[in-house]
């Protein structure tokens, strides 16, 4: 109980008193800050020193997250063998300390198993990803284009994915020293091999609701 009222506490700095919106930090967020919010209610990150709320999901966002997962994870989190290339961890919804005042659930995270032999654990996790895919939410697209990203580019991400549900995309980037490359935009009724999982072919259009096919 004593935690929760030391949150509660906190809480009342970071939002205003006529509504549940997040304002302004009086001083930048810290881990202490994360992991004082009581577990079951903790969807939240730091996002240059603020903390946010992650807002909840849409059914499109859903479905776009767990086709993506679902295509990639049986094929790529194990060992490489004759039949599945393999060499991945794969989770999703994972806290990750990208940097003090950064602090993310992206919506799914990958670490390559040849620079990552044994499996990330912990909460934050503090190995940097692979691969980081966000999906757009449609209430707050600037966080995943545009303040996500240039951390993740800034912390040297190599890969980043961009599923958008509102136009039925995805964007793949590659790192670079000047800023990321896109490297494939691709919309529903395509099919795409996308590094880094460019070992198996992706049919844009069961990431937005469409059947796989047979």
Not at 25 to 43: Q, S, V, Y
Not at 63 to 73: F, T
Request: proline share 9%; glycine share 6%; charged share 30%.
């Amino acid at each position: 109980m004593r935690r929760r009222s030391e949150w509660n506490s906190r809480l009342n700095e970071w939002y205003t008193p006529s509504a549940m919106t997040i304002a302004t930090p009086r001083t930048p967020a810290t881990i202490a800050d994360l992991l004082a919010i009581p577990e079951d209610e903790r969807f939240h990150e730091i996002i240059d020193g603020e903390l946010v709320q992650k807002s909840a999901p849409s059914g499109e966002h859903g479905d776009a997250q767990s086709a993506v997962v679902a295509l990639l994870k049986p094929r790529f989190q194990r060992r490489p063998s004759h039949s599945e290339p393999g060499g991945w961890w794969i989770f999703t919804e994972v806290e990750v300390r990208f940097a003090a005042d950064q602090i993310f659930r992206p919506d799914i995270t990958g670490w390559r198993r040849e620079r990552v032999p044994l499996r990330p654990t912990g909460s934050p996790i503090d190995v940097r990803p692979d691969w980081v895919c966000e999906i757009v939410s449609p209430t707050k697209p600037a966080r995943d284009l545009v303040a996500k990203k240039r951390t993740y580019h800034r912390v040297g991400v190599p890969h980043y994915w961009i599923v958008d549900p509102r136009d039925e995309t995805l964007t793949v980037h590659r790192w670079s020293a000047d800023g990321y490359i896109q490297v494939l935009l691709a919309q529903r009724g395509e099919r795409v091999h996308a590094e880094p999982f460019d070992a198996v072919e992706i049919v844009v259009g069961t990431l937005f609701g469409d059947d796989p096919e047979d």
